[in-house]
C-alpha cells in the first residue's frame, strides 16, 4: 500500500524538455479552488459587451476538461489528451504544454509560482505540482483515479477520489497527510470550510471531515447525488443534486436550512453573488433564489439543454449548453455532464477566455427579462472550428 500512495519527485527526471515560450514567475491573483473562489462568484463583477465576439481562439489540445484556473496574466488548462497548457490571456498565445501521465478531468489551481492538477487512472493516476514558469514537475504523488476538482487551502491540499478516498497532501513536497474512505465515488471538488472539509459522494452522501485528521464528523443523506461542487457562504453551503433538489445546508451541524425542488436534475456547479443563489437545471430552467426567502425564488426557461452551472456577470447571467442539432436548433448532449461541466472563466471586455469543445452561449439580463433581446428569443452563437486569434474566421 504504501508503494501504491509513494510520492516521486520528478524535476531532475530525465525526458524533460525546456519549453520555447516561458510563463510569468509567479501570479500574484491565485485560483486556490473550482471557479476561483468558495462561492463560485470570481466573474460577478466583470462586465461584457452586448454583442460578444471572440477575440481570440487558441488551439492546446483535443478537449479542454473542467473549468480554466485564471492569474491575472496568463490561465491554465487541463487537456483530455494528458497535456497542462499555459496560456496568455492578452494574445492567446500557448506559452508552454506539460504532459503528464494520465487524462484531466476536474482542471487545475493556480498559486503563486505553481500549478496543481489530478489525473484519472488512465492510465496513471497522480496529483501533480508543475512549475508556473516552464511546466516542469515539482512533485508528483501516484493516488487513485480522480475527476473531481481539487482543493488547495494555504499549505495544503485536498482531493477525492472515484473510489471514495478522501485525502490531505503537503503542497511542499506532495506527502499525504492522511486518506479516508467513504461510501460512493467523489465527482465534485473537495469545500474547506471554517469547521472541517465537505466531501459529496455518489452515494448521495454530504460528509463533514476533521481537517487535522480526516476523521468523519458528520454526514448528510441528501435526495440525489451532488456532482457539481457546492458553494460555499461562510457557515452555509449551496449544493444542487442529480434528483433535481437545491439545498441550503447550515455547517456545522449538517442541517438543512431549505430544500427548493428545481424540476430536473442539476449537473453544474451553483454560484453565489450578494445575496442571491444561482442554479441550472438541466432542462434549462435559470434559478434565482434569495438565499434567506426561498420562497421569492424565480425561474426563467431558456430553451437549452444544459449540464454546466451559471455564471453571473455585473449585467446578468451567462450560461451554456451542449452542440446544437443542425436541423432544428434544439440543444443535442454529446457528451456525460461531468465532461461538459466546464464553466466560463472570468475575464473583461479586453480579455477573452477560449472556450470547451463547441457549445452555444446564452446571455440574460435576469432584471429586465431579457437575454440577447428577449428570454423567447435568446440569441445563440455558434463557434464553428477555429479562427483567427484576432478573431477573424479561417477560410
Known sequence: MAGFWAVNATACAGGYAPPAKLGPPRQETSWPTYLGTPRHDACAAESLNADPRPLWH?????????????????????????????????????????????????????????????????????????????GRTIWSTKTESIVAPLALDGDTLYAATEAGTALRLETDGGRIVWRRRLNGAARAAPVPAADGIVVATTADTLYL??????????????????????????????????????LAIQLPGLS?????????????????????????????TLWLVPADRPSAARSFALGITATAGPMPVASGVLVASGRTDETNGLAAERRCAADLDAPFGAGDQQRSTFRVARRRFVSCDVERGTGNGSLGQVARRRRRGRVHRDGRPRA
Open 58 to 134: 487558441t488551439d492546446v489540445g483535443r478537449a479542454v476538461r473542467g473549468s480554466p484556473a485564471m492569474g491575472e496574466t496568463v490561465l491554465v488548462v487541463g487537456v483530455a489528451d494528458r497535456v497542462v497548457a499555459l496560456v496568455d490571456r492578452a494574445t492567446g498565445q500557448s506559452l508552454w504544454r506539460s504532459r503528464v501521465a494520465g487524462t484531466i478531468h476536474g482542471g487545475p489551481l493556480l498559486d503563486g509560482d505553481r500549478v496543481y492538477v489530478a489525473t484519472e487512472a488512465t492510465p496513471d493516476a497522480r496529483v501533480y505540482a508543475l512549475r508556473l514558469r516552464d
Open 209 to 246: 471531515l476533521e481537517r487535522a485528521t480526516g476523521q468523519v464528523r458528520g454526514r448528510l443523506v441528501t435526495p440525489g447525488a451532488v456532482v457539481g461542487a457546492p458553494a460555499l457562504d461562510g457557515a452555509r453551503l449551496y449544493a444542487a443534486t442529480t434528483a433535481g433538489r437545491l
Open 256 to 284: 438543512v436550512a431549505w430544500d427548493l425542488a428545481a424540476g430536473d436534475a442539476v449537473f453544474g456547479a451553483p454560484v453565489v453573488t450578494r445575496d442571491t443563489v444561482y442554479a441550472l437545471a438541466r432542462d434549462g
